[in-house]
């Protein structure tokens, strides 16, 4: 069993990506239920370009998962994205400032590509971590929703099982400034995440 787990650097307004800690941290994590699993993991620079490289790259290693997580300011709980919107934002640039000349990825595709993973399974393991938890149905239409969808456009020929994951800021240090007060801790995201992660790998063994 093979497994791919992705976050992304920083970008502009978000200096630290907490997604890169959190794949490294579970990478390390040990338990039963991953003894036989070689997990690797990777950071896209937040870039078009990078993701298109990358993806390609990750694909071609032919796993039987790909596990991306990235971060939403806004949310307060884990969300797991259930499609990847055939969007992308022509305001916001990238992390080398580049902007999309146009708001689709792929204008003759559909409106939306959904994923195939078993959405309630996952959701279900999550929120027996305590963790707060939601499925959603909005990628954005930033970096995060065009890896997923890219992703997902990869596996249409292939048994790989493609996951995109939003968690919210978290926290690393003591609570020392106001504007991180509410900012959640990294045990109990990586804890969650890791329920979410057996459960990704036992339905793609079925």
Not at 36 to 49: E, G, K, L
Request: glycine content about 4%; charged content about 25%.
């Amino acid at each position: 069993m093979r497994v791919v787990l992705a976050g992304f650097g920083p970008f502009p307004g978000v200096p630290f990506n907490p997604s890169a800690i959190l794949v490294r941290a579970l990478a390390r994590r040990r338990r039963p239920a991953l003894a036989d699993v070689v997990i690797s993991t990777h950071v896209f620079a937040t870039r078009y370009a990078a993701v298109d490289r990358d993806v390609a790259k990750l694909a071609a290693q032919k796993p039987d998962v790909i596990l991306i997580f990235g971060v939403a300011r806004r949310r307060r709980y884990l969300s797991i994205e259930t499609r990847a919107r055939n969007a992308l934002s022509v305001l916001y640039p990238d992390a080398s400032g580049h902007r999309p000349a146009r708001a689709m990825i792929a204008p003759r595709e559909p409106r939306a590509l959904r994923g195939t993973a078993p959405f309630r399974r996952m959701l279900g393991a999550v929120r027996t971590s305590g963790f707060p938890a939601r499925l959603s149905r909005d990628a954005g239409r930033y970096l995060c929703n065009y890896a997923y969808w890219r992703a997902l456009e990869g596996a249409r020929e292939t048994s790989t099982l493609v996951q995109f994951i939003h968690i919210p800021l978290i926290r690393l240090t003591p609570r020392r400034s106001r504007s991180r007060r509410h900012a959640l801790a990294l045990a109990p995201l990586v804890a969650a995440a890791e329920m979410l992660l057996v459960a990704l790998i036992a339905a793609s063994r079925r």
